[in-house]
């Protein structure tokens, strides 16, 4: 895998955008930024339209339920000219995750986008056409959040609580 | 004409008022959706104004199930998934595993993962443009795709003991050295290949009826294809010189001497000529990893990730324990998330893998390529006639399970 020029790239961004810029890092040759939800969209602007990020790879989002707040949501974007790929992340917390929807920056998140609402159930701001893509439209509950259960039924005991289970969430 | 917006579309007496469109399910189980694939075409006459993809039918949770288990039995789901280039989906999975932990993959290993994907992408174009061709009324050449494309699979068989779902990889490696007189049965494979693929174009690609049906049908331009995020050899037809083994060499492409095609048109017609002209730069690569396969090891020798061999197990209790841990727990993986990409035969296939430091993944989520081929679908459709559709579906050479995971 090819190099980025990590360091110029996340300063640029710092420069511009300042305190937006929360975090970054470089692992294993991949460039990570997390930026704060509220300027995430122009952030994402500036990369293709400064930087030349043209080419959308995926967007997802990742469960951490010890976390507050809760979601990460990524979105993995490259630059074909340059060879370069950086991932934008941004948190969204419970009990109604929203982050902003890069769809009018890169079309493309479309429907990334969709299928991150489908499976955890974050809101993405401004979505053209936000409704379940791969799981049926009546389905209840968020698979891929880390409290539902993956295979068979939870049997919970009534002297006990599962921390954080939301009722609907529980579909075996 | 690729239009992307309905509401451009003139109002006239010869266009019908929206409300008097038809809706027209297409599928779930049409032939020409080669899996489970529903599409709302909203007609205008036979005009096509706007197509709503419904996919989801062979949503399988992949990327769940990814979540319950350790790195090496991960390696058997990600076969399942594109079923028609499994190798393919195979190294995929490893190499974001290799890349998170940092493993070296000795060069024997590289040559056959590379041997093992090439073929895979010889059989699953060869198996594109049979079906295809079957859409579109060429029924012989489903029959002669067939049989090419078993040769592909029967030496999976020989290899792996398995057609398709073959799970060759393990981290650091390959599982298997390759079987005595496999080189000699691929070497045929390499030979008579050349043939087969001129028979095909001598059918096809100066055929008048199969221009008829391609040629300027489906155009999506560079910058369109970009923007829609379409892979592979959609986007490489319209024009962009993007191929991932080009790009970012992995398992050593940079060391063979192979062309990515690039198209002009971006319509129907050059991406078959893209996956033809893919097909016989394939049989480049295969020969020149024939010729060059390095010997040693195919498998890494760091004991913390790889199995060590048996006939250590006798000898050393330092074996013992490794192959004990290795069998019962798996390895760990550092904390981090990595993407790793490989060139499927639909397009960039990447493993975004996320660690919290366990011996599973904490997160895996596929980019499929077809998904994302899929969504241009919208697109392509608008304007065309419903017969076109049938031709554009089958363009973009989406594999359900790999869309749908």
């Not at chain 1, 969204?92 to 969709?114: F, I």
């Not at chain 2, 399988?60 to 319950?68: L, Q, V």
């Not at chain 2, 492409?253 to 893209?274: A, H, I, K, L």
Request: glycine share 8%.
């Amino acid at each position: 895998m090819s190099v980025n020029p990590t360091g110029t790239l996340v300063q640029r961004i710092g420069e511009r955008f300042k305190t937006a810029l929360q975090e970054s890092s470089d692992f294993r040759g991949d460039l990570s930024v997390v930026i704060e939800p509220g300027t995430l969209v122009d952030v994402a602007r500036y990369l293709k339209v400064e930087e030349g990020f043209d080419y959308l790879l995926h967007a997802t989002a990742v469960d951490w339920p010890a976390r507050d707040p809760r979601f990460t949501a990524v979105w993995e974007v490259r630059s074909l000219a340059n060879k370069t790929r950086i991932r934008l992340k941004t948190t969204a917390a419970m009990p109604d995750p929203h982050v902003p929807s890069l769809t009018s920056v890169w079309p493309a998140a479309n429907w990334h986008e969709r299928e991150t609402w489908d499976l955890f159930g974050i809101t993405f701001d401004g979505h053209p056409d936000l409704r379940r893509i791969l799981m049926p439209p009546s389905w209840e509950g968020f698979p891929l959040r880390k409290d539902y259960v993956s295979f068979g039924e939870p049997v919970i005991f009534s002297d006990q609580k599962l921390e954080g289970l939301e009722p609907d969430a529980i579909r075996g | 004409m690729v239009k992307t917006d309905i509401a451009q579309e003139p109002i006239g007496p010869e266009h019908e008022p929206e409300a008097e469109w038809m809706e027209l399910n297409m599928g779930p189980h049409h032939p020409s959706t080669h899996g489970v694939l529903r599409v709302r075409l909203k007609l205008d006459g036979e005009i096509v104004r706007d197509a709503d993809a419904d996919i989801g039918y062979l949503h399988t949770g992949f990327e769940k199930s990814f979540e319950d288990k350790t790195y090496t039995q991960g390696i058997t789901f990600s076969d399942r998934m594109d079923y028609l280039a499994p190798p393919i989906n195979n190294v995929g999975f490893v190499s974001a595993v290799e890349k998170l932990i940092g493993v070296e993959v000795p060069p024997r290993a590289q040559a056959i993962r590379v041997i093992m994907m090439e073929l895979a992408r010889v059989s699953s174009h060869e198996l594109w443009l049979g079906t295809t061709g079957l859409d579109l009324g060429v029924y012989s050449g489903f029959f002669y795709a067939w049989r090419d494309r078993d040769l592909a699979l029967d030496l999976n068989e020989a290899y792996s003991g398995v057609r398709m779902m073959t799970s060759f990889t393990r981290v650091g490696g390959v599982a298997w050295d390759l079987p005595d007189g496999w080189l000699d049965q691929l070497q045929r494979f390499i030979d008579v290949m050349p043939s087969r693929i001129d028979d095909f174009e001598s059918m096809l690609t100066d055929n008048p009826i199969w221009h008829q049906r391609l040629e300027g049908v489906g155009v999506i331009s560079a910058a369109d294809a970009i923007e829609a995020g379409v892979t592979g050899p959609v986007l490489r037809a319209s024009g962009v010189n993007y191929d991932v083994r080009k790009a970012f060499p992995y398992c050593g492409y940079e060391q063979y001497d192979f062309e990515v095609p690039v198209g002009t048109n971006g319509d129907c017609y050059d991406r078959y000529r893209m996956r033809v002209a893919e097909m016989r730069q394939s049989l480049r690569i295969l020969q020149q990893a024939v010729d060059n396969l390095p010997g040693g090891p195919w498998l890494t020798s760091d004991r913390k990730v790889a199995l060590p061999p048996r006939s250590e197990l006798s000898k050393s209790m330092e074996a013992v324990i490794h192959q004990f841990r290795l069998v019962s727990e798996g390895f760990k993986g550092p904390v981090g998330d990595v993407y790793a990409f490989v060139e499927s035969p639909r397009g960039e296939l990447g493993f975004y893998l996320v660690s919290d430091g366990t011996n599973k993944p904490y997160r895996m989520k596929v980019r499929p390529p077809s998904f994302c081929n899929l969504q241009a679908l919208k697109r392509l459709v608008q304007g065309v006639l419903v017969a076109d559709v049938i031709a554009i579906m089958g363009s973009l050479d989406f594999i359900l399970g790999d869309c749908d995971r």
